[in-house]
């Protein structure tokens, strides 16, 4: 049986923990395997996150030279998706803390801003593929208003269809709390979007 007929009948998962195991005992082959299996993922998931996409490649630079640096240590307790998720919550809650003290605009300003842009386009009657594009960016706006644990949350159920169980592992807490923070994030998100849903 070839190598790709073998990894073909290997689960995801079952493929990146053998490779982080290659890991572990120093190869760069294995390490770039990883990287490139993760990276387009780690980098819309950090980019949702800080609202920001010109940060998340640094961001998701910085996610896996953590995790090169942790392989030695690495022992298979999950999917290695949540080992991933976890280092990368981490370093997005950092960062979300450090945008927090340097920002200039209040969250709430930049959200004016967002959603009276929108309905001033709205306003000028956009085709359709304009109209989505506007609807995304409030629905952006309105995800990067929640709470961090609320609005990873979201990120990892809404756009990596993650098991509740596994967003638990990733935000430390337990299933029950998980669907809390998704049951308040959509309250405030209909409340955020309610116009929009209205229309």
């Not at 386009?121 to 409030?138: G, I, M, N, V």
């Not at 208003?145 to 169980?165: C, D, T, W």
Request: hydrophobic share 40%; glycine share 2%.
């Amino acid at each position: 049986m070839s190598d790709i007929d073998t990894q073909d009948s290997l689960s995801d998962d079952a493929i990146d923990v053998a490779l982080m195991m290659r890991v572990k005992t120093g190869d760069h082959a294995a390490f770039q395997e990883l990287v490139e299996r993760h990276q387009n993922m780690i980098v819309g998931t950090v980019a949702k996150m800080l609202g920001n996409a010109s940060d998340a490649q640094d961001i998701a630079q910085q996610v896996f030279i953590r995790l090169w640096k942790s392989a030695p240590r690495y022992k298979r307790k999950a999917k290695f998706t949540t080992f991933l998720f976890t280092i990368t919550r981490n370093l997005v809650f950092n960062e979300s803390k450090k945008h927090a003290r340097r920002k200039t605009h209040s969250l709430e300003e930049r959200q004016e801003e967002n959603f009276s842009q929108v309905a001033e386009d709205c306003s000028r009657k956009p085709d359709a593929e304009t109209l989505q594009s506007e609807l995304q960016a409030a629905v952006d706006a309105a995800i990067n208003s929640l709470p961090e644990k609320q609005r990873m949350a979201v990120i990892l159920r809404r756009y990596e269809n993650m098991p509740y169980e596994e967003i638990a592992d990733v935000l430390k807490t337990s299933v029950s709390a998980v669907k809390s923070h998704l049951f308040r994030a959509r309250t405030e998100l209909r409340e955020s979007l309610g116009r929009y849903l209205d229309e």
